[in-house]
C-alpha cells in the first residue's frame, strides 16, 4: 500500500461528464466548474439534474452534442454503480470512467465479470461528505484537504489512474492509493464501525425522558453526530462490505462480552484492573490518529471559555487569541444549561496553555481550566 500527495493545479481540461446529482456528484460539478472545467450532469430524478444544474455545477448531459468527455465520474449509489460504469464504459468509449462509491471490492469484482473494457476503469473514494444529502447540500470545497483513495484494478492504465488522480487533486483533496481489499478493510474499520457505533448509541436515547437528555453535553453530541446519516445510503454501504465489518464486529462484541461479564460483578477480584486495562486500549488507540495535516499524533491540552450568548462574542474572542499570538489547534462549542452563556472549549500546544489562560484573564475573559 503507498499514499502520496499532489500539489499545484490540476491537469483536467474536460468536458467531464457526471452520472448521478446527490451531494457528492453535484460538489464534484460546482468544484470542477470553479476551475473552469466544463461540467455536464446526468441523473435518473430530473428534479435532482435540474437542481443540480440550477445551482451551477453544470449543464445537462444533452447538451454536450456528440462530444467526447476527457472524463466520466460515476456518483450512483453503491448497489447500482457497477452496472452504470459498464454501462458509461461502453458508451463512452474514448473516455476513462471512474466511480466515487464508499465499496470498491466488490464493485471491482462484478466489472471484471462483465467483460468491461478494465483498462479505462479506476475505482476511487473520496472520503468526504455531510449528513445532510442531495444537492442542495451540495458544496463545491466539500473535498478540500480530505482524504481521496485511488484503487486502481490490475487492468488500469497508466493514463486512467493519473485522471483520477488529477480529479481529486483539481478539487483539493489529499490522495491516498490502496488495492480495492485494502481500502474496504480499512474504511470498515474508521468509517463504518464509527457509523454502526453511533447510530446504536443514538437508537437507545429513543424514548428517554427529556430532562434526562437535557443533561447531555459535547460528549453524546460527539459520538451521536453522524447517526443523523441516511438510512438507505448506508444499507447499501453496511451490505456492500458486510465481510470486513462482520470481522471487526466480531473483536468489538468479544469487548463488550468481557466489559458485561466485569460489570456484573464490579467488586470481583480484578474487575477494577480489567476496567482500567479497557480504558487504557482505548486511550492507546485514539493517540493512534493522525494529527494535523495527517502528521505524527500530538497531544493538545484543552481550556474553556465563557462567552455572552450574544452576537460577535466568538469572533472578538479568536481575534484576541490571534493578537496574543496563539493558535487555536481545535475548537468545540456548547452552552451552559439554564444560562445565558456560551463554552468555548479551545485546544492549544501544552507549551501555550498556561500563557494564554493568563492573557485571557487579563483581557476580562472568564476561563476555566
Same mark, same amino acid.
Given at each position: 500500500m503507498s499514499a502520496f500527495r499532489s500539489h499545484g493545479r490540476g491537469h483536467l481540461n474536460g468536458p467531464v461528464v457526471?452520472?448521478?446529482?446527490?451531494l457528492l456528484g453535484t460538489s464534484i460539478g460546482l468544484g470542477l466548474r470553479g476551475r473552469g472545467v466544463p461540467v455536464f450532469l446526468s441523473d435518473p430524478s430530473p428534479t435532482n439534474q435540474a437542481v443540480a444544474v440550477d445551482i451551477g455545477a453544470g449543464q445537462p448531459l444533452g447538451m454536450l452534442d456528440g462530444g467526447t468527455p476527457e472524463l466520466v465520474v460515476v456518483a450512483a449509489p453503491p448497489d447500482v454503480t457497477a452496472s452504470v460504469v459498464?454501462?458509461?464504459?461502453?458508451? &463512452?468509449p474514448d473516455s476513462v470512467v471512474v466511480d466515487i462509491a464508499s465499496v470498491k471490492a466488490a464493485i471491482l469484482a462484478e466489472l471484471q465479470a462483465s467483460g468491461a473494457d478494465m483498462s479505462r476503469y479506476v475505482g476511487t473514494h473520496p472520503m468526504a461528505g455531510r449528513e445532510k444529502s442531495g444537492p442542495?447540500?451540495?458544496?463545491?470545497?466539500?473535498?478540500?484537504?480530505?482524504?481521496?483513495?485511488?484503487?486502481?484494478?490490475?487492468?488500469?492504465?497508466?493514463?486512467a489512474v493519473q485522471t483520477a488522480r488529477s480529479?481529486?487533486?483539481?478539487?483539493? @483533496?489529499?490522495?491516498?492509493?490502496?488495492?480495492?481489499?485494502?481500502?474496504?478493510?480499512a474504511v470498515?474499520?474508521?468509517?463504518?464501525?464509527?457509523?454502526?457505533?453511533?447510530?446504536?448509541?443514538?437508537?437507545? =436515547?429513543?424514548?428517554?425522558?427529556?430532562?434526562? =437528555?437535557?443533561? @447531555?453535553?459535547n460528549g453524546l453530541r460527539d459520538v451521536t453526530r453522524i447517526a443523523a446519516s441516511d438510512p438507505t445510503l448506508w444499507v447499501q454501504i453496511l451490505g456492500g462490505n458486510a465481510a470486513k465489518v462482520v470481522e471487526i464486529? &466480531?473483536?468489538?462484541?468479544?469487548?463488550?462480552?468481557?466489559?458485561?461479564?466485569? =460489570?456484573?460483578?464490579?467488586l470481583a477480584p480484578g474487575a477494577r484492573l480489567d476496567l482500567a486495562q479497557l480504558i487504557s486500549e482505548g486511550n492507546a488507540g485514539q493517540a493512534r490518529i493522525p494529527?494535523?495535516?495527517?502528521?505524527?499524533?500530538?497531544a493538545y491540552t484543552w481550556l474553556t471559555v465563557l462567552v455572552d450568548d450574544r452576537p460577535g462574542q466568538i469572533a472578538r474572542l479568536l481575534t484576541?487569541?490571534?493578537?496574543?499570538?496563539?493558535?487555536?489547534?481545535?475548537?468545540?462549542?456548547d452552552h451552559s444549561s439554564g444560562q445565558n452563556v456560551g463554552m468555548v472549549e479551545l485546544s492549544v500546544l501544552p507549551n501555550k496553555h498556561d500563557h494564554l489562560i493568563e492573557a485571557l484573564n487579563d483581557r476580562g475573559w472568564r476561563v476555566l481550566q
Open positions: 457526471v452520472i448521478g446529482t446527490g459498464a454501462q458509461a464504459l461502453t458508451d &463512452y442542495v447540500a451540495a458544496r463545491g470545497e466539500l473535498f478540500t484537504s480530505m482524504p481521496w483513495v485511488v484503487c486502481p484494478g490490475p487492468d488500469s492504465s497508466a493514463d480529479l481529486a487533486t483539481d478539487l483539493g @483533496a489529499v490522495v491516498s492509493e490502496f488495492t480495492a481489499d485494502e481500502h474496504d478493510q470498515a474499520l474508521v468509517s463504518h464501525l464509527p457509523q454502526i457505533m453511533s447510530s446504536l448509541l443514538a437508537s437507545q =436515547l429513543q424514548g428517554t425522558p427529556l430532562h434526562a =437528555l437535557s443533561l @447531555a453535553g464486529l &466480531y473483536g468489538v462484541r468479544e469487548d463488550l462480552n468481557r466489559l458485561i461479564g466485569t =460489570l456484573e460483578q464490579p494529527g494535523k495535516h495527517g502528521g505524527p499524533p500530538q484576541e487569541i490571534g493578537e496574543v499570538g496563539v493558535n487555536v489547534e481545535d475548537l468545540r462549542l
